[in-house]
């Protein structure tokens, strides 16, 4: 009896263990699949080794793959100029050409590369050479834009403050690891520029709308005074402080 006993245990552990081992191989097998097939049809130009891990395993896929290697060094300047002149053929081989690497020239490249249009960019110095290393690095909408739109009636300039806020936004939500708030402080010397600096700072945050960062606020002239001792205390009324996006 205790040797039946056994045997039928043995032949259920079995069936079980057996079972079970083929579901976790199909499975396994079925999640390897995709990257199996993409290392498949991948460019045999770099080789890496990619590690796929789910909440149960850690799989090493020894391979091919088309993500961009650490060490990459850019082709040579003689390498460079015989793609732009395309001496092979003569065929155009971009879609676009940018003039300039600052601020504008990256991001253009960067925006239609991303769309997948064939780029080439002509520096003739260096990266951010020009006005783009003078910025404060504000992405703002611009309190100053505002004040020129509403004093001019400019519609324009108006939407282009809307337009700059919405991106702002925008930077901050794709790029949080590089973009902060940041309060700027204005003093304030004549007391018609409180309500003056008031109300263009509120309307600033308002255009904002549902995108707005932290909401302006008065500051005393004490509060002012504690925050910067080192501020001119003649007639000083009080400050004003905003707040815009820095990166
Ligand atoms: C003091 C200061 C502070 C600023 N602060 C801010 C700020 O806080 N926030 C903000 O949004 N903006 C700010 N700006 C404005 C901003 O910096 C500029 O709008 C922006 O950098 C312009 O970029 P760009 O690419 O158009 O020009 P540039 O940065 O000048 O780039 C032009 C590039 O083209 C190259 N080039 C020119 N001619 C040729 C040619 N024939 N062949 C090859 N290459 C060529 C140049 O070498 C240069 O690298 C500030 C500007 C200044 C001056």
């Not at 080789?47 to 796929?52: A, D, L, N, P, W």
Request: net charge positive; proline share 5%; aromatic share 12%.
């Amino acid at each position: 009896m205790w040797r039946t006993f056994n045997r039928k245990h043995v032949a259920y552990a079995s069936f079980a263990a057996i079972t079970g081992g083929t579901y976790y191989l199909y499975n396994r097998a079925k999640r390897l699949q995709p990257y199996q097939q993409r290392l498949a049809t991948i460019s045999p130009e770099l080789f890496m080794s990619e590690t796929y891990t789910d909440a149960l395993n850690t799989i090493q896929l020894e391979g091919l793959s088309d993500r961009p290697h650490t060490l990459w060094t850019p082709p040579s300047r003689k390498e460079m100029l015989n793609m732009l002149n395309n001496a092979e053929n003569n065929e155009p081989p971009f879609d676009i050409l940018i003039i300039g690497g600052g601020a504008t020239g990256s991001g253009t490249a960067l925006d239609a590369a991303t769309r997948g249009l064939k780029v080439a960019l002509v520096e003739r110095d260096d990266f951010a050479s020009g006005t783009s290393s003078r910025s404060t690095k504000l992405v703002h909408g611009g309190v100053r834009y505002l004040e020129k739109a509403i004093k001019e009636l400019d519609y324009e300039q108006f939407k282009l403050v809307k337009e700059a806020l919405h991106e702002r936004a925008t930077f901050l939500h794709i790029a949080p690891y590089i973009s902060y708030q940041l309060p700027i402080m204005l003093p304030i010397y004549k007391w018609w520029q409180v309500p003056y600096f008031w109300i263009g700072s509120k309307c600033y945050d308002m255009l904002a709308g549902r995108e707005a960062v932290e909401s302006s606020y008065f500051l005393t002239r004490g509060k002012a005074l504690e925050a910067f001792p080192w501020l001119n205390k003649d007639k000083l009324v009080g400050a004003m402080v905003y707040y815009d996006v820095s990166a």
